[in-house]
């Protein structure tokens, strides 16, 4: 089983819908959270870190839920400029280095 | 502030042949990263330095790549011999030490490799 697991997609939404993706982790011990951004042949960028309380960065809201180990991502008023593959990162206790699951790809259409 | 830097941007290569990537990091930074990102996939980690230390290099396949960070600043990642499934972007990231909760981890462009 991976250690992080998200739907590859593609997710194909018109401008201006909200969409949301979904991630999973194993490791409880898991302890920091990310969004990240990976536009087509660039490296992977920071989106968001993502807090217990849930947090919002203008149209994004990133959410996570340790009891079931699953962390979200919204986007509401999609963009052109959204479309990438969206990269779920977990870090865990004691490890510096990032995990990443292999991403869902967003393509939004005019 | 200047990015971390990674050279070739693409590489071409026979199987069997060896390949070398070379990756600076900020400045500043003493923790670096080689990542392999296969098409499709999300990047997994290779290997992890803390300054001219090998901290993790359990995904590492020991017998064919190799990395070495001498002076604690830029690093090289060598494959020898390659292997068509070694075709990869290779990414290197480096970060901070700290309790920042990303530690400033930041990605360099890749070098896209290409075994044939």
């Known amino acids: 089983r991976k250690e992080v697991e998200q739907d590859p997609g593609p997710f194909n939404v018109p401008e201006g819908a909200t969409v949301a993706f979904n991630c999973t982790y194993s490791n409880s011990a898991s302890q920091s959270f990310f969004w990240y951004r990976q536009d087509c042949r660039k490296e992977p960028k920071l989106l968001m870190s993502v807090y217990s309380s849930g947090n919002e960065d203008g149209r994004f809201t990133a959410q996570l839920n340790r009891a079931s180990q699953y962390i979200s991502l919204l986007i509401r008023d999609s963009k052109l400029s959204d479309s990438a593959t969206y990269l779920c990162?977990?870090?865990?206790?004691?490890?510096?280095?990032?995990?990443f699951g292999s991403g869902t790809r967003l393509q939004v259409q005019p | 502030e200047a990015g971390v830097a990674q050279s070739p941007r693409y590489k071409i290569i026979e199987k069997r042949q060896s390949v070398a990537f070379w990756c600076n990091p900020i400045s500043g930074h003493a923790t670096l990263y080689w990542y392999q990102q296969i098409l499709g996939q999300g990047p997994k980690l290779l290997i992890q330095?803390?300054?001219?230390?090998?901290?993790?290099d359990s995904q590492l396949p020991k017998d064919r790549f190799s990395a070495e960070r001498l002076k604690g600043v830029d690093s090289t990642l060598k494959i020898q011999p390659a292997k068509l499934e070694d075709s990869a972007v290779y990414l290197c990231?480096?970060?901070?030490?700290?309790?920042?909760?990303?530690?400033?981890?930041?990605f360099g462009s890749g070098t896209r490799l290409t075994v044939v």
């Open positions: 990162v977990v870090r865990n206790t004691g490890r510096r280095a990032l995990t």
């Open positions: 330095f803390q300054n001219n230390g090998v901290v993790d």
């Open positions: 990231a480096s970060s901070l030490d700290g309790a920042r909760a990303n530690y400033g981890y930041t």
